[in-house]
């Protein structure tokens, strides 16, 4: 078909799939015009014009791929379905234009079709498609067609272009459907290599095609450049299970390299995750350990003025080093001066409390706890995750008394506010013990905190509605209504009147102001609601009169 010679193969391949998907819709159909819509990551209009011979001479299409200059797969596709009654291909007389054809039995396609015309279809095919090629050459000779890599990553890239505008630039509508083509690429070329156990090819693939990734330039908004550089992963992990030792080498020193270099273009962890897994062999170990300990050390120096990076890293690559180290079976004087050595960093000192709890030393793992309390005393979140293992510490060991005494400590001053942590304060008292020490917490925290949750446990209703009164907004109202309402169901609807009054104040949209009247139309439900909700409504089309969209909302609050 010449008009195929307008466009690129992969685009072909593409519009192909799109026309067998039966998502083509032919609009208008004429001699020298033809007008469809097709139906892929959004709907597409495509014109088609044709010379006095037939032949094609203009295309258009609305979609980002041809308003940048491009023959797209969308007028491929429109092109194909014109063209399928009039290149002999011989459709069932059921089979409708727009019609999906993708469900058809393939066996009943195929048998339905000429055989000479069955030929000239697998030529075109495979004369324009080398990945068909591979597969026809696999099926009918047996073994694997040999493909260079350079002609794996003619597919890859070909698989970009059918995605990226002018710009090279993947954008979110075309993102989804390239990362399953991506991912359906992986499984087809990397599997059967790992099935035929070329794991030099098909590391030499992934390596390619992580690369390819690294330098794309996509609306990566829904994680699609993790999710191929996790199939990769997957595979690499298969592949170093089970080759020689030359090529895990190989695969060893790229890893190496990756763990050198910022990936800030890869998924966190990509290059770390593998050279912590998949090299325990004693060829690897002692380099793979000091590799581990530079970066540790590197961490300490090049973080060390920078809070978030310097918790991170050094967290990251202490426990690293510690469990490569634990792995090794080093001796514990090894051990002991590791930990004097990087004392400072929070993960070290987390590791050395958990081996005493494996070791039931409690009192050793207290002590450390309480040291790091000091040790990073300017951190809230750090000083409260040690008193909460303090205290779980007490318990265990039967320490009664300090373990309430940690208690009273999160509940009042390091997690203010916890639920959990309050019910779990007052199971060590009776009930009238309780009643006359939890104002402690009650009356004793912060204005900021919200103890809301802490009067709903204990009942203290009345206590509750004042203080849902007093918070500003209605959030607190909407959360605790319902246990409140059966007593308290005037107070309720006086809030909902001072909030809606707040909210009235301020010139809004008309999605605000049916919000406003939602709220107006469950207060007429409350006893005495219907008459404050006409005082209010009367009152502000008196106030707010010249705004006409809150003006026409209000009406719906009587109908």
Same mark, same amino acid.
């Given at each position: 078909? /010449? ?17 067998? +998907? *039966?998502?083509?819709? =032919? ?12 139906? *892929? ?54 089979? #409708?234009?727009?019609? @999906? ?66 710009? *090279? ?21 990397? +599997? ?9 090819? +098909? ?12 330098? !794309?330039?996509? /609306? ?24 020689? !030792? ?6 060893? /020193? ?41 970066? =540790? ?18 967290? #990251?690559?202490?426990?690293?080093? =510690? ?47 309480? %040291? ?17 293992? =303090? ?41 009238? %013990?309780?009643?006359?020490?939890? /104002? ?18 204990? #009942? ?15 959030? !607190? ?44 139309? #469950? ?19 008196? @106030? ?16």
């Amino acid at each position: 078909m /010449d008009w195929e010679k307008l466009f690129a193969r992969h685009i072909l391949r593409r519009g192909y799939d799109y026309f067998l +998907a *039966g998502k083509v819709s =032919l609009l208008s159909e004429g001699d020298d015009q033809i007008i469809a819509r097709v139906v *892929g990551s959004d709907e597409y209009d495509v014109r088609v014009d044709f010379d006095e011979m037939g032949d094609v001479i203009e295309m258009e299409c609305d979609c980002p791929h041809a308003l940048s200059g491009h023959h797209c797969k969308h007028m491929a596709a429109v092109l194909y379905e014109y063209y399928q009654d009039r290149e002999n291909f011989k459709y069932h007389p059921d089979t #409708k234009t727009g019609n @999906d054809r993708s469900s058809e039995d393939p066996d009943n396609l195929v048998d339905r079709v000429d055989q000479m015309i069955l030929r000239k279809f697998v030529n075109e095919l495979i004369k324009h498609d080398t990945v068909i090629k591979d597969k026809f050459h696999n099926f009918i000779y047996g073994g694997i067609a040999h493909r260079s890599l350079s002609s794996y990553k003619s597919e890859f890239i070909s698989i970009v272009d059918v995605h990226a505008g002018m710009a *090279g630039f993947i954008d979110y509508r075309e993102a989804d459907e390239f990362v399953l083509e991506v991912l359906g690429f992986i499984d087809n070329n990397i +599997a059967m290599l790992v099935e035929i156990r070329d794991y030099s090819q +098909a590391f030499k693939l992934i390596e390619l095609i992580i690369k390819e990734t690294r330098h !794309l330039e996509i /609306d990566d908004s829904d994680g699609g450049t993790y999710k191929i550089c996790e199939k990769c992963r997957h595979y690499l992990d298969e592949i170093v299970a089970v080759c020689d !030792l030359k090529l895990k080498k190989e695969i060893y /020193d790229w890893v190496k390299i990756g763990v050198n270099h910022d990936n800030y273009d890869l998924p966190d962890d990509f290059f770390d995750k593998m050279l912590l897994g998949d090299f325990d062999e004693p060829e690897f170990q002692n380099e793979r350990l000091e590799l581990v300990k530079e970066k =540790l050390n590197q961490a300490t120096r090049v973080y060390e003025q920078e809070t978030w990076p310097l918790a991170y890293y050094q967290d #990251k690559w202490a426990l690293s080093y =510690l469990e490569l180290l634990e792995r090794s079976r080093v001796s514990s004087p090894k051990f002991e001066e590791v930990y004097r050595k990087y004392w400072n960093i929070v993960a070290v000192r987390q590791f050395y409390v958990d081996k005493c709890i494996e070791k039931n030393d409690y009192a050793k793992a207290i002590e450390i706890l309480h %040291e790091s309390q000091e040790i990073d005393h300017d951190s809230r979140h750090l000083v409260a995750s040690y008193s909460v293992q =303090l205290k779980d510490l007490y318990r265990k060991s039967g320490d009664k008394n300090n373990y309430i005494s940690q208690l009273w400590q999160l509940a009042l001053n390091d997690e203010p506010g916890n639920l959990d942590l309050y019910q779990e304060l007052k199971s060590q008292y009776d009930h009238q %013990e309780w009643t006359r020490l939890r /104002d402690r917490i009650l009356l004793g925290l912060p204005r900021h905190i919200n103890i809301a949750p802490l009067l709903n446990e204990d #009942k203290l209703y009345g206590r509750l509605m004042g203080y849902v009164y007093e918070r500003p907004g209605l959030s !607190l109202v909407f959360e605790y209504e319902q246990v409140l309402k059966p007593e308290y169901s005037r107070q309720i609807l006086n809030k909902y009147a001072l909030e809606l009054d707040n909210m009235a104040q301020v010139s809004s949209n008309r999605g605000r102001y049916r919000e406003m009247v939602t709220l107006l139309v #469950k207060m007429k439900k409350f006893q005495g609601g219907e008459d404050l909700v006409n005082s209010i409504v009367s009152r502000w089309r008196e @106030d707010y009169r010249r705004r006409r969209a809150m003006m026409e909302e209000l009406n719906q609050v009587f109908k």
